[in-house]
């Protein structure tokens, strides 16, 4: 069975210091890893996703298949970042539905 | 806009009663996701259609149910309504069944009292 585990339910940083936000994923198969963000109850939108290797707002994830971890980085945190940050897991193929981590709020400080 | 769209977008209802969410995926998508975010549970998964067909069983109750119909929308159906299932219900899409971008709807905040 797949699992995201994301440790820390909340996260400060001050504005301008470096954030990373842990995600460790447990599965068999080979995985599709995604970062989603939510302001204030919004609706989830996709932040990155990790075949596309690409940086949004200045976050970038890499998927580290060997410690199963898809950490969320960003060097110099803004105020406008302070969110819910979900992990979230699928498979490349088969009936494996997008399954969330509990998420990590940040909060940045000003 | 993810293109996703949910009504209604908030509803109060009395326990014991019944509602239905609805659900437009974006246009060309053939899949159609049901989550649950409350406090304490956060994100839940609870069941996934594919082109008409149920695709995948999270954890939902024996009282909700969930259909997606010919026109591609979904309908989650809560039934015998407690306290608890007071939340946030999301509706998402994709083109594919798996392995894929979901997109989110806004939303369907449900309060019964």
């Known amino acids: 069975a797949q699992r995201v585990t994301q440790p820390e339910k909340l996260l400060s940083v001050f504005k301008g210091a470096p954030v990373e936000l842990k995600c460790n994923y447990s599965?068999?198969?080979?995985?599709?890893l995604f970062w989603y963000v939510q302001y204030s109850r919004q609706r989830l939108q996709l932040l990155l996703r990790h075949i596309s290797r690409e940086s949004i707002k200045g976050f970038t994830a890499d998927l580290n298949k060997g410690e199963t971890s898809f950490h969320l980085k960003k060097p110099f945190a803004q105020e406008e970042d302070s969110a819910m940050y979900y992990c979230?897991?699928?498979?490349?193929?088969?009936?494996?539905?997008?399954?969330f981590g509990k998420g990590t709020r940040l909060s940045v400080i000003a | 806009d993810s293109g996703v769209t949910q009504t209604p977008k908030h509803l109060i209802t009395a326990t014991g009663q019944r509602v239905t969410l609805r659900c437009s995926p974006r246009?060309?998508?053939?899949?159609v996701y049901w989550y649950q975010q409350s406090l304490d549970q956060g994100l839940q998964f609870l069941i996934q259609y594919y082109n008409g067909e149920e695709r995948a069983k999270g954890n939902i109750l024996e009282r909700f149910s969930a259909q997606q119909f010919p026109d591609l929308h979904s309908e989650l159906n809560l039934s015998s309504l407690e306290l608890g299932d007071s939340a946030l219900y999301f509706c998402?899409?994709?083109?594919?069944?798996?392995?894929?971008?979901?997109?989110f709807g806004e939303g369907s905040w449900l309060t019964v009292v």
């Open positions: 998402a899409s994709s083109v594919q069944a798996s392995g894929n971008t979901i997109y």
């Open positions: 979230a897991l699928t498979g490349a193929t088969g009936n494996t539905p997008l399954v």
């Open positions: 246009s060309g998508d053939l899949s």
């Open positions: 599965y068999s198969g080979s995985p599709e």
